[in-house]
Every structure is written in structure tokens, then in C-alpha cells.
């Protein structure tokens, strides 16, 4: 009982059922530092703002960590339940319950008591006296650390002699150690004895083993053989001899009896015994008969199989020097794998007269075809041919003046059927080719020059009238895609559609840097010159969809999240130079700064418990009857964001709270929530970067 303090309470904002860690103090109260850790403290809990919420009970104290574990509930505002804590402020105490008071009392007065009972008080009371002079305490035994003595126990201490140790033998025993008779704690006659030994024992140990082992008869009798002399002899086929202990043999010439050998071996002796041999090569065929044979075996024509055109030394130049007798041009068909080399060179001639031919082709169309296709001999670095005409591909066309529509001077235009199936990305399927296509590395060489100077798509023509005529320009489409994506038959699915697709990459490599001031994906200037009048000029317009399909979703600007930037900003006017800060819509003081049909914002209805308000929100309408909490969003992570909160239900209580101790007229709305219980109470706040900002606080009129 004596860890319980006086006057002790302190702030939580903790919550849920039990676990509460009372993290400030109130000036009102002492500190809950000076409670000690332990179990079965007395609280009550109240919400600060409304203290119609509140619980009782009994509680678990952690001084280490200020926690407070709640372990039971006595009574509540919640019918007796365990109250599951909002977010805000609530003071916690410490108490003592009728319980606990209750308990006390019976360990003083009652049947049972654990401390004194009244009767034993009054014994107390009216004992009387008092002891004067010196008290004589040589008497009484002082209470030993590990507890008094049992009975019998200083019997045993006066038996033991003076000087014992611990664990020592008695007097009698350690005799029978040192004397040469037998006793109960040795044998000396037995032990002596190797018969009753185990064990095994070294050689070094044994003081004469060396001189026993010489004189053992069996090892004597064995080194006496091992020095025994040998001899050898020879025989009639074989002599042998002997060195030290080697015992080498060689054969007599002459000596070997053919019986003796397998009959194969004998008979391929006998091949290599000249004795044996034809004394003449006529007996097989004669000089002429074996050249004869040499000529018809060195005669192509009775050659058989296949050889490698490597080994015909002028093969190469007989193909090439070859005379095409019988190629035609009638044909200008594919070339297919079953042509004959022939007959391909005629079909692709007649494919280049016919193409070289076309009207307004000029030349550099044959030296393209003449200079890069090494099939016809075309060789670009031998040739040394200027190239510039090509690149360039500058087309005259048919005449000075046009008198009829002359079509596109490149174009794609014939029907065509694709089978060619690739990936791009992360997507695969059927491929239609590029019409124009740039790709490859291109490597700026020359130190100095301007990075990016290059067009990767030019349009920078001179539409004008001819001076004697008065000609009103129509529309004309500088950039034009009208493509038409038709489903034929089957049910065709299309993932996602676009128009104009930019996706660069700014990049390094090997150690490079690149710092890049300014960048736009899109920029879009106009000129006006003197003279020149214009009514209405629109940066982007968006037509409506038209036809008889329906779309489910539509928007005219689509911006996605833009977080990667210290400051983002969604649509900027009247400047070029983002604010610090993140925006939707910033204005320039210069800007226009009138905005036409109003703006909306989300608005959640009718909610009847706990939220945590997002920046998409604008209005949030609270019809709760019971008590519930609306968290805001960081103020630091929506400057500008203007929020109305409305208190809808006509009971109940609705705390607003701010997060990370967050300001509004100076007070900590974390700490102390805004406290509404009138129906039809208004807060509206707007945040400045930092905290709120209080505009609305009230019930209109």
C-alpha cells in the first residue's frame, strides 16, 4: 500500500482496449513518474474534451516505459464494458475503488486480520513502565543469517575436534595409508601382484626387453635361415644369375624348341624367315599389270561420291566467269527458293527496270540500290560515292506546276496483310512496321557542338499564295493521325489507345554527366506579325466523342501523381517557375484570377464513425449520435487544402484531432481535439504548410 501516491494523474493519447502509455502531465496533478512498477492499482480514465466518457478499474504499472496496462473493468459510460479509446486526449488517475477500501478494513478490524485487531490495540494502549539503566543482552544468541539452530545441533558441532576440515578422514583411517599392513582403504599385497593387473603396458616400461627378445630360441633359429646361401643353375635354354639378392634370366640363342610354341605363333615365324619367301615378284603381277590398274583408279570417270568445291582450284572464278546464256527478263515475280540462280538474276533485273522506270524516281534511287546492295556488286566505302543526295532524298516531282493532285511524295498507302509477330516492351503480338523509322546510336563527334540540334521530325514549310491570286487557307494539319482501329467479325479487345506517345530517357553512361536546366515534352509558341489579326487561339481543345458507342469514364486533362520534385505542381499559370511547395492549381500573382462555374470537392455523407480525412476530401458531413473521432490529414503534406467539417447528428459527440501535435489559434489539436455536440456545428480550416488555420468555428445563423 505504501506505493500508492496522493493527488496522481497524467495525459494519454493512446488507443484501443488496454494498453495505454501516459506520455504528459497535467499541471493539475503530481507526475506518474514517482509511481512505482506493480499490479493491482486503482483508475479511473476520462476523455478530456467530454468527461461523460469515462471507465473504471484496476490496472498494471510499468515505470520503465509509463505504460499502463489496464487488467479489469469495474464500471463505465459504456453500461459497464471496456470503452475502446478514440483518438484525443483523456486523463488517467489513479484512485481507490470501494474494493480496495474494503480490503483494507478487514486486514485491520476484522476475524482475520493481517495486521491488529482491536482488542490487540488496546493491550497495546494500556501497557505501561518504563526500563531505565543498562540492559545486560549476553545472554540472548544473536539470530544467525541462514536461521536459528534446530534442536541437537550444537550436540553435533561439540563432537567435532578442533581443526576438522571439511570432507576429512578420522584419525584411524589415514593410519592405514602410511603403514606397510593391509587395511580397508588399500591392499599392498594384491595390488603387488601382476596377476591381478589389467591393462596393457609399453615396451619402454620393461627394463630388459631388448636382451629377452635376442635370447628367445624361435627368433635366434629365424635369423639364422634368412642368411642361408643360394645358389642357382642354369639350364640348356635358360642362364641364370645371381646378384645379391636379384635372380635375373636370359635365353640361349638358338635354344628354343619349336614344339614348345603355339602352333600361330610358329607359323608367323616362319612368314618372316626369308628361307621361306618367293625367291621372285613375278609369281604375283607384273610392273605393267599394276600401273595399268594405277591409270584406271586415277580416271574420274570411274571415281564415285562427292567432293568439296574447296578442293576445285578455279572453281570461284569459273562461276563468276560463267556466261548467262538463256537468262529471260519477262518475269517480275517473287524470287522463290525453287528458282535457279538464272533464273532469279533475271526476275530481279526485270524487278529493277520495271522500279527504276516509275516517273519521278530520280537517280538517287538507283544509287542507293547500286552503292548498298552488295547482291549487285554495290560496295558504299570502294565506291566513295557523296551520299548527301540520299539522305536528303530530294524529290523534283513531275513537273513546275502541279495541275492534279500528285499524292503524297512518300507514302504507305496500298492495302496489306501482316503475319509478323515480335515483342515491344513488355507486350507482344502482330507488328505493323514503322512507315519511317530513326533508330541506332548517334554519336556527336565534333567538340563543341550543341547537344540537340538534330530534328528528328521537321516540318518547317512556307504555305503562301501566289501573288496574283487571292487563295483563303483551309485547315492544315502540320501533324495529322486519323487512324481507325475496326473490330472485323470477331470480338477484338484493345488494352489502351494512343495518339502521340513520348517517352524519353534522360541518361548516362562510363562516368558521364548530364544536367539538364530546362525540359518540355510539348511546347507550343505562335507569332503574330504585323497585320495580322486573330480572333480566338485555344492551346488544346478537346471535341467531345461522338457516334452511337458509349464511354464510361471521360476527362479532358489527365495529370498523374506527381511526387518526385522537391515542389510539384499540377497546372501552373501566369509564370514558368514552380513555387515551393506542392499544388494542384497555382496562380501567379499576374494570373487570371477568376475562376468561372465553381469548384468541387468530395464529400463524404452521413458518416456515423471514426474517419481520417484525406486531402481528396473537401466536405466531411458526421451524423453520429454516439462519440466519434475525425482525424485530419498532416497539414505539412496539403498546403492550401481547405476542409468543412459538419456536425449533422443531432447527439452524440464528434472530436476533431490534428496529428503530430499540428496547431490551430495556437492550441495543440492533438492534444486537445475540437469538441462539437451541437447539431449542425461548422469547422471549417484551411492548412498553411505548418498547422490549421481556423476560419469557420460555430453554428450559422
Known amino acids: 500500500m505504501s506505493a500508492y501516491q496522493d493527488n496522481l494523474a497524467g495525459i494519454t493519447t493512446s488507443t484501443g482496449l488496454s494498453t495505454l502509455i501516459v506520455n504528459a502531465a497535467d499541471p493539475r496533478f503530481k507526475s506518474f513518474s514517482a509511481l512505482a512498477t506493480g499490479t493491482g492499482y486503482c483508475y479511473r480514465i476520462e476523455m478530456l474534451a467530454d468527461n461523460a466518457v469515462w471507465q473504471t478499474g484496476r490496472f498494471s504499472w510499468n515505470s520503465s516505459t509509463s505504460t499502463a496496462t489496464i487488467t479489469s473493468t469495474k464500471t463505465s459510460s459504456n453500461g459497464g464494458s471496456a470503452i475502446n479509446w478514440a483518438a484525443g486526449s483523456k486523463l488517467f488517475m489513479l484512485t481507490a475503488d470501494s474494493e480496495l477500501l474494503r480490503d483494507m478494513a478487514e486486514m485491520v478490524e476484522s476475524t482475520?486480520?493481517?495486521?491488529?485487531?482491536?482488542?490487540?490495540?488496546?493491550?497495546?494502549?494500556?501497557?505501561?513502565?518504563?526500563?531505565?539503566?543498562?540492559?545486560?543482552?549476553?545472554d540472548y544468541q544473536l539470530e544467525p543469517s541462514e536461521g536459528a539452530f534446530a534442536d541437537g545441533d550444537k550436540t553435533k558441532?561439540?563432537?567435532?575436534?578442533?581443526?576438522a576440515e571439511t570432507n576429512n578422514i578420522n584419525d584411524t583411517a589415514a593410519a592405514d595409508l602410511t603403514d606397510s599392513g593391509n587395511s580397508g582403504l588399500h591392499f599392498h599385497s594384491t595390488d603387488r601382484d601382476r596377476a591381478n593387473h589389467s591393462g596393457t603396458q609399453t615396451a619402454a616400461t620393461i627394463s630388459d626387453f631388448g636382451i629377452g627378445v635376442s635370447n628367445n630360441a624361435d627368433v635366434t633359429a629365424n635369423s639364422a635361415d634368412r642368411h642361408v646361401p643360394v645358389t642357382v643353375t642354369n639350364s640348356a635354354e635358360i642362364n641364370f644369375t645371381l646378384a645379391g639378392q636379384d635372380i635375373t634370366a636370359e635365353l640361349v640363342g638358338g635354344s628354343?624348341?619349336?614344339?614348345?610354341l603355339d602352333s600361330s605363333v610358329n607359323a608367323s615365324l616362319d612368314l618372316a624367315d626369308s628361307a621361306t619367301q618367293p625367291a621372285d615378284i613375278a609369281d604375283f603381277e607384273t610392273t605393267t599389270e599394276l600401273n595399268g590398274r594405277d591409270t584406271a583408279n586415277r580416271d574420274r570417270a570411274n571415281h564415285t561420291g562427292s567432293q568439296l568445291a574447296a578442293t576445285v582450284s578455279d572453281f570461284a572464278a569459273t562461276v563468276r566467269g560463267a556466261v548467262l546464256s538463256g537468262i529471260?527478263?519477262?518475269?517480275?515475280?517473287?524470287?522463290?527458293?525453287?528458282d535457279s540462280i538464272l533464273s532469279a538474276l533475271g526476275r530481279l533485273q526485270a524487278?529493277?527496270?520495271?522500279?527504276?522506270?516509275?516517273?519521278?524516281?530520280?537517280?538517287?534511287?538507283?544509287?542507293?540500290?547500286?552503292?548498298?546492295t552488295p547482291q549487285l556488286g554495290g560496295n558504299l566505302d570502294a565506291q566513295r560515292k557523296d551520299i548527301t543526295a540520299i539522305r536528303r532524298m530530294q524529290i523534283a516531282g513531275q513537273a513546275a506546276t502541279y495541275i492534279a493532285n500528285p499524292g503524297a511524295f512518300i507514302a504507305l498507302e496500298n492495302d496489306q496483310t501482316y503475319n509478323y509477330t515480335a515483342s515491344f516492351g513488355s507486350f507482344a503480338g502482330l507488328i505493323i512496321p514503322s512507315a519511317v523509322d530513326f533508330k541506332g546510336v548517334h554519336t556527336l563527334a565534333v567538340a563543341g557542338f550543341p547537344f540537340g540540334m538534330g530534328l528528328l521530325f521537321n516540318a518547317q514549310p512556307t504555305l503562301k499564295n501566289s501573288p496574283a491570286v487571292v487563295a483563303n487557307f483551309s485547315p492544315f494539319f502540320v501533324l495529322n493521325g486519323q487512324v481507325r482501329y475496326e473490330a472485323d467479325t470477331q470480338s477484338i479487345t484493345m488494352g489502351f489507345g494512343v495518339d502521340i506517345n513520348l517517352g524519353p530517357t534522360l541518361g548516362?553512361?562510363?562516368?558521364?554527366?548530364?544536367?539538364?536546366?530546362?525540359?518540355?515534352?510539348?511546347?507550343?509558341?505562335?507569332?503574330?506579325?504585323?497585320g495580322v489579326t486573330l480572333t480566338n487561339r485555344q492551346g488544346f481543345l478537346l471535341a467531345d466523342a461522338t457516334g452511337a458507342g458509349t464511354i464510361t469514364n471521360q476527362a479532358g486533362i489527365v495529370i498523374g501523381?506527381?511526387?518526385?520534385?522537391?515542389?510539384?505542381?499540377?497546372?501552373?499559370?501566369?509564370?514558368?517557375?514552380?513555387?515551393?511547395?506542392?499544388?494542384?492549381v497555382y496562380q501567379a500573382s499576374n494570373a487570371p484570377n477568376r475562376w468561372n462555374g465553381g469548384q468541387r470537392f468530395r464529400t463524404r455523407q452521413a458518416t456515423t464513425t471514426a474517419v481520417t480525412v484525406t486531402a481528396s476530401d473537401g466536405t466531411v458531413e458526421m451524423s453520429n449520435t454516439g462519440t466519434v473521432t475525425c482525424t485530419l490529414p498532416s497539414a505539412t503534406t496539403c498546403e492550401g487544402l481547405l476542409l468543412t467539417l459538419v456536425k449533422t447528428g443531432a447527439s452524440g459527440t464528434l472530436n476533431i484531432a490534428s496529428v503530430s501535435a499540428q496547431t490551430s489559434k495556437g492550441i495543440d489539436r492533438t492534444a486537445t481535439p475540437w469538441v462539437f455536440t451541437d447539431q449542425w456545428t461548422v469547422l471549417q480550416i484551411q492548412s498553411n504548410g505548418t498547422n490549421w488555420t481556423t476560419l469557420i468555428n460555430g453554428v450559422p445563423a
Open 112 to 138: 482475520d486480520a493481517l495486521i491488529l485487531t482491536t482488542a490487540e490495540r488496546s493491550i497495546i494502549a494500556a501497557t505501561s513502565g518504563t526500563n531505565t539503566g543498562d540492559q545486560n543482552l549476553s
Open 157 to 163: 558441532l561439540d563432537g567435532i575436534e578442533a581443526g
Open 256 to 260: 628354343i624348341d619349336e614344339s614348345k
Open 328 to 338: 529471260s527478263f519477262a518475269s517480275t515475280t517473287t524470287i522463290t527458293a525453287a
Open 351 to 372: 524487278q529493277v527496270t520495271l522500279n527504276t522506270a516509275k516517273t519521278g524516281v530520280t537517280e538517287e534511287i538507283s544509287n542507293v540500290v547500286e552503292d548498298t
Open 508 to 530: 548516362r553512361s562510363n562516368g558521364g554527366t548530364l544536367a539538364v536546366t530546362d525540359y518540355r515534352h510539348a511546347q507550343i509558341s505562335l507569332a503574330i506579325e504585323a
Open 561 to 584: 501523381p506527381l511526387t518526385k520534385a522537391t515542389n510539384n505542381v499540377a497546372v501552373l499559370f501566369g509564370t514558368t517557375t514552380s513555387p515551393a511547395g506542392n499544388f494542384g
